[in-house]
């Protein structure tokens, strides 16, 4: 089992109670919840209760104000037991938009129900006409009166059927690209125009209610922009999105380390040609390859984690975490899944879940082709 340096005892013991939650209150669940293609209210509560929802948020605003290595052992945890549809991590990167940009209004109007899951966050930037190209997004908000109008569509929002509170990405100047996006908080109960469409029938990561938004002439107030200036969504985007890619590596990692331990329990088990799928050579330099990339994996994630606490996180070394973590999950898993032979393609076999979850690690959070465009701008200067 992988060890990180940064983690002491109090890293652990917060593990643990994670993991203990998860076994009680998720695993049980879990098949019912696939099924539902959604975690119910009453499960966010109660993880509200033990301090996942709210551990970086500070203690002022109903948090534990613990740093983000807490949130990065509560996304090992989850990815360890191989689910990645209930979409706390959303919630966490929604809460910390807040954090570092609300006003101590904003803060204190919202940050307490994310904490206590009572609400529930989206993070919605996607639109059916543009994902890659943020800046290209339709969606606007235009001042009216003391409100915003708010008209546009988008989709593939994690937690997006039952968000309660929606960072919006949109633009407040349709005319500009980068310069017109703000983000804008929604708060959708009882919200005139605001409306959800379909719930998205995917691949993988079933229990979360991906969706469609819509919004036609919904009206917010001005009060809603996030932060006091107009214009800055896409700087705001920006400086997120390190920590953001690094969480994904994250899952990555654990989601990996998942795969090789559910794998290393069947080939112990199974036998062909007389002896255990563990004895044939193939088996054995496959799971070793697979040891090996996920210790390399958790020594330059935890060694970007470093980085990003001491403000030197460069927006390619975050990339590179993304998109190799990523990749060699993918890799990970398909090879683990073949170790497993027709059984690995079986539903009931959890490889099977981690196989289909796996493939979206390299589409969202900017797909790996933009993370390694971001890598080469890089390089290419004199
Ligand atoms: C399950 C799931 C959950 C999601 N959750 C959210 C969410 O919560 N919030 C949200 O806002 N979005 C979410 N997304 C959307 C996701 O972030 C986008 O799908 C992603 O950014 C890619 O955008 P796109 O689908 O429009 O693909 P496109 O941008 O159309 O890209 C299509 C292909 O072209 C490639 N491409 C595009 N531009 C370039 C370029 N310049 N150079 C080289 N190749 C390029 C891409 O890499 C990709 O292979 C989610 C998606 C999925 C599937």
Known sequence: MTHHLWMEEEHHAFGDSVRRFLEDEFQPNRDQWKKDGLVPKDFWKKAGEIGILGATIPEEHGGLGLSRHFDAVSFLEQAKIGDSGWGFSVHNIATHYITAFGTEQQKAKWLPDLASGKKVAAIAMTEPGTGSDLQAVKTSAVKDGNNYLINGSKTFITNGGSAD??????????????????????ETEGLEGFAVGRRLDKMGMKRNDTAELSFQDVRVPQTNLLGLEEGQGFYQLMRQLPWERLILAYSALGAAQCALNTTLDYVRERKAFGQRIMDFQNTRFKLAEAATKIEILAAFVDQCLAELDQGKLTAEKAAMAKWWS????????????????????????????????????????????????LIARSLDVD
Do not use: F, W
Request: aromatic share 8%; charged share 20%; hydrophobic share 35%.
């Open 165 to 186: 509170l929606i960072v919006l990405v949109a633009k407040t100047d349709p005319s500009s690209r980068s310069k017109g996006v703000s983000l804008i908080m929604i």
């Open 326 to 373: 990523t990749d060699v999950q993918c890799e990970i898993v398909d090879n683990c899944l073949q170790l497993h032979g027709g059984y690995g393609y079986m539903n009931e076999y959890l490889i099977s879940e981690l196989y289909t979850d796996a493939r979206v690690q390299k589409i969202y959070g900017g797909t790996n082709e933009i993370m390694k465009e």
